[in-house]
C-alpha cells in the first residue's frame, strides 16, 4: 500500500476513534447537566445503551455545541471514506 493511501486510513481510524470519544463526552455532559436526574436513577454496573438523539432539545448550549460538532463530524467522515473509497476491510486489515 503506498503511504499517502495508508495515511487516509489512518486519519480515517483516528477520526473513528475520536468521534466515539466525543460521543462518550455527550454521554457524560447531558447526564451530569440536563439529565442529571435520570443519571441519579442508575445504580453502579447497570448498563444502558444510549443514543444521542436522547439529548437533543436541550437548553444547555455546550451540549448542544458538542452535538453539532458530532453531527459535522459524521458528515465529514462520510465525505472522507466515500471519496477515498476506504473499505471495511481495509481499515480491519490495516496495522499501523
Known sequence: MEVYREKLIMTYKELISFHQ???TR???VGM???MEEINEIFEK???FQFDKEMFRGTK???LNLLLELHDNL???MNSFANINNI???EL???EE
Request: glycine fraction near 4%.
Open 21 to 23: 470519544e466525543l460521543l
Open 26 to 28: 455527550i454521554i457524560n
Open 32 to 34: 451530569t447537566g440536563e
Open 45 to 47: 454496573d447497570d448498563q
Open 60 to 62: 444547555d448550549q455546550n
Open 74 to 76: 459524521e458528515d465529514t
Open 87 to 89: 473499505t471495511q476491510k
Open 92 to 94: 480491519d486489515d490495516f
